[in-house]
């Protein structure tokens, strides 16, 4: 009987250290795509109510990148969490364009160009 219990619980262990799919297991530069993502959002927002008339834009943008990177699961999950994040952020902050609006325009594409500049430096093939 111990040499079955032994054989069942290998069989567990072996199966409970099964590596997770690749597209599931998180990547080194998640925390990243979802700062971006989070930026992607709240520029959509922000450049909607400071007339810049990009339409959706900053929401294709951020389709292009989960279309580039493919994510399933709660990665996935998590990216579109970011852009939902980003863009209730500033919904609920501003109502009109302001100055505060713009600077933060600003500093979100600067932001955003530089994750991407270092992404594709770090991980591109």
């Not at 262990?13 to 990243?32: E, I, M, N, T, W």
Request: proline fraction near 3%.
């Amino acid at each position: 009987m111990s040499t079955r219990f032994l054989a069942i619980l290998a069989l567990i262990l072996a199966c409970a250290s099964a590596p997770v799919r690749a597209q599931d297991a998180a990547a080194p530069f998640d925390a990243d795509l979802q700062r971006l993502a989070e930026i992607l959002g709240g520029l959509h927002y922000l450049r909607g109510i400071c007339g810049a008339n990009e339409g959706n834009k900053w929401r294709n943008e951020m389709q292009a990148l989960i279309d580039a990177e493919t994510p399933s699961g709660e990665r996935r999950t998590r990216m579109i969490a970011g852009f939902n994040r980003g863009y209730n952020g500033f919904q609920q902050t501003y109502r009109s364009c302001t100055p505060a609006a713009t600077v933060a325009i600003r500093r979100y594409i600067e932001e955003g160009s530089k994750i991407s500049r270092d992404l594709t430096a770090r991980y591109a093939n």
